[in-house]
């Protein structure tokens, strides 16, 4: 079946990558590329902001690149050897987040969220609205107008606002209109083995891709795609898994942790993953059954590399794999996550060995993939 | 001193931490400010500041006090488990705001930390959606080992909201510990101000301690400056949040309130609102029919009984790490508070009825 071709194809080369070229190229430090994915603003449906970071970095750098309908960025890097396997490697751009749905006379500003916000994480937190990080918050009625049992009733969504310090209709809607997306209002911060930050949940995986991308594996022809709207239903994956028709894929996700201790004191046995204890290898989720044969490569290569790594408990939550499997006529495919605890929440939690020693896996189990791998 | 150089102020106040009977920080960096503004500061035995600056009047001068507390609302560690911290709130705390905060721990070191409810996949599947988080259900994961952990934290250590300051829409500052450092700025700005009018009476300020737990500044403090007349000057409800009841709240960024209710002198506050026209600032009466829950509760009762005044500023979101004021309205404040010291001479306290 003959490829789509891609919709706007950038030069090899561009005039300023050519001038730099005198410069030593190098690669970008991740710590500060994490940072300004992190803080970027990219709600599923307007990744744009995340985009033109992903696409500044990949300029000049790399043979083919794409943006589709969906907002997609496809990027096919060519293999230097002949039979090389052609594999999807996906992170997704988009972050969980707020919609503003409609200005209240008072300048208040009325919100749904956009993919499983924790909504317990909602009440008193400083978000920024629309593309320009316009500041405001999210307000509650203070505990001295509540009584004890208000105060022990969870607080719909329906009954939140924003304020952004407007104080009427007609003033709001000279910096905001329904529509705009809201993020929370989180600095990136890497502290030690720490990293913090809002929407790490897929920004480190966009990261790894990234640098994946800029020294690909000479024995697969890597095909990259940086999907959208993932957090809403996997719908960039989709496509983009068509479109690029590999023959294996793997997907970069985050995972939650919940490794916390339990409030009763007894052992928690119902963590997914654990902070700390390397690479989540996906066998099972709600929406994915991992081709056992790329569970087996990713292992053989952790253990090959001395990586740690560890199996994600199989239960809920779904990756792009879940859309990238089923696609023509099938592919094969597995998910590699960075454990991370808070995800979907203003601050995520994630180690930084996790995160590095995810990539090292990825491209270790890549370098190993060969066509007899999949026989 | 124009919008921009009262949040400057004001950000570098709110960025000290002060919990309740924990003051030091905010104290330390309010002397820096005050030094300058100031014939005397000192510290009282509770851990408020006290300044005098004297009045051109005659010996034995009269003296105002005019108060605002320097603590605000935290946590405090319960239990060190594994490397995670089980709290409680000092001061009056909403739990279901928490989630998602991060924090500062007063641990051995200053330890960041960030306030986290158990994942719902950890929840008992009893505790139904309704339910809000309660502070039995949250944690701070401070990042670290359980050894690090312990070797760092204790419990009974003060745990501070990190969120840093931000200015909002049209003059609006949103930050942690508003209440009642906008009242510090509005002592500050009465200070200044009075360095260029002539005032007879000595004007006496406190940053009083410990009011969020129960009022120990200024309840002590009056009777070591023992002033014949008292001010508190605090936050009050601003309108905003949906769901408040609107007799109880005040438009934000449209004047200060002055109360009004049995803790007030009712002499007093006629003079309050004539200063008030005098000085062209706006204001709502705000009527208290019992206690304010500021520091004017304890100043009324205090030695042979003090006639007390109110002033306060409207604010969102009280009690939480972004509440948020509106920077003209903590100007007005300190118009209002420099105007009526100034106002005082010394036949004042003559002409000062009840009736």
Not at chain 1, 126 to 135: M, Q, Y
Not at chain 2, 146 to 152: I, K, T, V
Not at chain 2, 287 to 316: F, H, K, N
């Amino acid at each position: 079946m003959p490829r789509k071709p891609p919709q706007r194809t950038r030069a090899t080369k561009s005039p300023a990558a050519r001038r730099k070229a005198a410069a030593p190229w190098r690669p970008p430090d991740l710590i500060d590329l994490a940072r300004r994915l992190s803080e970027a603003s990219g709600v599923s449906g307007d990744e744009a902001a995340v985009r033109r970071i992903v696409l500044e970095s990949l300029q000049g750098r790399t043979d083919q690149v794409s943006v589709d309908a969906l907002g997609n960025i496809l990027v096919r890097c060519r293999p230097s050897g002949r039979r090389a396997l052609r594999v999807m490697v996906a992170a997704h751009l988009d972050e969980v987040g707020l919609i503003i749905v409609a200005i209240s006379s008072d300048g208040m500003l009325r919100f749904e969220t956009v993919g499983g916000v924790d909504e317990r994480y909602l009440l008193g937190k400083a978000v920024w609205v629309g593309r320009d990080h316009l500041p405001g918050v999210i307000g509650v009625k203070p505990i001295h107008l509540s009584g004890p049992a208000e105060v022990a009733r969870a607080v719909p969504v329906d009954s939140l606002r924003i304020d952004i310090g407007a104080a009427s209709k007609e003033a709001a809607s000279q910096w905001v209109q329904p529509g705009d997306r809201v993020v929370f209002a989180t600095r990136f911060e890497a502290r030690g083995q720490l990293l913090l930050g809002k929407a790490l949940d897929d920004r480190l995986g966009v990261a790894s891709l990234i640098s994946l991308v800029l020294d690909p594996p000479a024995n697969i022809e890597l095909l990259a795609a940086f999907t959208t709207q993932e957090e809403v239903g996997l719908r960039g994956a989709q496509v983009a898994a068509y479109a690029l028709n590999p023959q294996a894929a793997l997907v970069l996700d985050t995972t939650p942790a919940n490794d916390l201790p339990l409030g009763d004191g007894s052992e928690n046995a119902a963590y997914n993953t654990k902070l700390g204890a390397g690479p989540a290898v996906y066998l099972a989720d709600r929406g994915t059954l991992s081709d056992r044969r790329l569970v087996s490569l990713v292992v053989e290569a952790a253990r090959a590399e001395g990586l740690p790594f560890q199996f994600r408990q199989p239960g809920g939550g779904t990756t792009d794999a879940a859309a990238i499997h089923l696609t023509r006529e099938g592919i094969p495919s597995v998910s590699l996550s960075v454990p991370a605890r808070y995800l979907h929440s203003p601050r995520s939690l994630a180690r930084r060995e996790d995160w590095l020693n995810t990539l090292r896996l990825s491209r270790a189990a890549l370098a190993r993939l060969a066509p007899d791998k999949l026989r | 001193m124009d919008d921009a150089q009262l949040a400057a102020v004001l950000k570098d106040l709110l960025n000290e931490p002060g919990l309740s009977a924990n003051e030091g920080p905010i104290r330390e960096r309010l002397r820096q400010v005050w030094r300058p503004l100031l014939d005397e500061i000192t510290v009282s035995r509770l851990g408020s500041l006290h300044g005098r600056k004297r009045g051109q009047g005659r010996e034995p001068r009269p003296s105002i006090l005019i108060a605002a507390h320097m603590d605000s609302v935290g946590l405090m560690v319960e239990q060190v488990v594994s490397g995670f911290l089980r709290v409680r709130p000092i001061g009056w705390l909403d739990p279901r705001i928490l989630p998602g905060q991060p924090v500062t721990v007063h641990g051995r070191r200053e330890v960041p930390g960030l306030l986290v409810p158990a994942p719902a996949a950890l929840l008992d599947p009893q505790q139904g959606a309704e339910q809000a988080i309660r502070f039995e259900d949250l944690w701070v994961d401070l990042g670290l080992s359980a050894s690090e952990a312990a070797r760092l934290v204790r419990p009974g250590d003060l745990i501070a909201f990190a969120q840093l300051p931000f200015e909002m829409g049209d003059g609006l500052l949103a930050g942690k510990a508003l209440d009642d450092r906008a009242g510090l700025a509005a002592l500050t700005l009465c200070l200044m101000e009075l360095r260029l009018r002539a005032h007879s009476w000595d004007v006496m300020v406190a940053a009083t301690s410990g009011e969020e737990e129960n009022l120990a500044g200024a309840r002590t403090s009056s009777f070591e400056i023992h002033p014949d007349l008292a001010v508190a000057v605090d936050a009050t409800l601003a309108a905003g949040p949906p769901g408040q009841p609107e007799h109880k709240v005040f438009p934000l960024g449209a004047g200060i309130t002055l109360g009004w209710g049995p803790i007030i002198h009712p002499g007093l506050f006629r003079q309050f609102e004539q200063a008030a026209r005098r000085a062209e600032v706006p204001f709502f009466t705000e009527v208290m029919p019992g206690r304010t829950q500021t520091d004017a509760d304890a100043l009324q009762v205090a030695v042979e009984g003090i006639p007390t005044m109110l002033v306060s500023i409207p604010l969102r979101y009280m009690h939480t790490p972004l509440e948020v004021v509106a920077l003209r309205d903590i100007r007005r404040a300190g118009r209002l508070l420099a105007e009526f010291c100034a106002s005082l001479d010394e036949g004042f306290l003559q002409r000062l009825t009840l009736e």
